[in-house]
């Protein structure tokens, strides 16, 4: 009885799913010999950068309005401007700053420390180990079934740009962390 109500095309499906007429990589450019993949910048944990006007520089070269990925390398010599995994402009770091009191906790552990607060950062060191290992174990289960992991710790991002008439450049700020950096971008008057 449902052999009548159903048509032939119907029933037949590689008539409905036919080859695709084109080459999966057009370009021939596969995905991991793009710019994102090849300078290595992790793509989920970077802040955003809203840019408001056009930048152009001396070549005749325009930055669009929009949300942009903003990266720091890991040489912390330049930041790259991202969209949409395309790396579209690279600037150059000319000040980097790191919290020292941040830092010195992981640089100098052991020295003027009590008996007390050596067991106590012994004992985060331990946990903090043990937290990223069932992380770790838990992410690589995630990752054969096909799921999403669940969400990291929250880490403070901010990326911020203004345009500084004096020189006539605009200035970007990229702050991660602990870590802060600024670069500029000469703008064509």
Request: with cysteine; charged share 35%.
């Given at each position: 009885?449902?052999?009548?109500?159903?048509?032939?095309?119907?029933?037949?499906?590689?008539?409905?799913?036919?080859?695709?007429?084109?080459?999966?990589?057009?370009?021939?450019?596969?995905?991991?010999?793009?710019?994102?993949?090849?300078?290595?910048?992790?793509?989920?944990?970077?802040?955003?950068?809203?840019?408001?006007?056009?930048?152009?520089?001396?070549?005749?070269?325009?930055?669009?309005?929009?949300?942009y990925e903003l990266a720091l390398s890991d040489d912390k010599e330049f930041l790259y401007l991202i969209?949409?995994?395309?790396?579209?402009?690279?600037?150059?770091?000319?000040?980097?700053?790191?919290?020292?009191?941040?830092?010195?906790?992981?640089?100098?552990?052991?020295?003027?420390?009590?008996?007390?607060?050596?067991?106590?950062?012994?004992?985060?060191?331990?946990?903090?180990?043990?937290?990223?290992?069932?992380?770790?174990?838990?992410?690589?289960?995630?990752?054969?079934?096909?799921?999403?992991?669940?969400?990291?710790?929250?880490?403070?991002?901010?990326?911020?740009?203004?345009?500084?008439?004096?020189?006539?450049?605009?200035?970007?700020?990229?702050?991660?962390?602990?870590?802060?950096?600024?670069?500029?971008?000469?703008?064509?008057?």
């Amino acid at each position: 009885m449902l052999e009548g109500i159903l048509t032939p095309a119907l029933r037949d499906i590689n008539y409905l799913a036919p080859c695709a007429p084109y080459p999966a990589n057009p370009s021939g450019i596969t995905i991991h010999e793009k710019p994102i993949y090849r300078y290595s910048i992790p793509t989920d944990e970077q802040p955003t950068l809203a840019i408001v006007n056009d930048i152009t520089d001396y070549n005749g070269n325009f930055i669009k309005p929009g949300y942009y990925e903003l990266a720091l390398s890991d040489d912390k010599e330049f930041l790259y401007l991202i969209e949409s995994k395309d790396l579209l402009a690279v600037i150059p770091v000319f000040k980097l700053a790191e919290n020292e009191d941040e830092l010195k906790k992981y640089r100098d552990k052991s020295k003027d420390l009590t008996s007390q607060e050596k067991k106590e950062l012994k004992r985060t060191e331990r946990t903090q180990k043990k937290k990223d290992k069932i992380r770790k174990i838990i992410e690589t289960k995630y990752a054969k079934t096909g799921a999403t992991p669940p969400p990291k710790d929250y880490v403070h991002m901010e990326a911020s740009i203004e345009y500084i008439k004096e020189g006539s450049y605009y200035l970007v700020r990229y702050e991660k962390g602990v870590i802060r950096a600024w670069g500029a971008i000469k703008v064509k008057e």
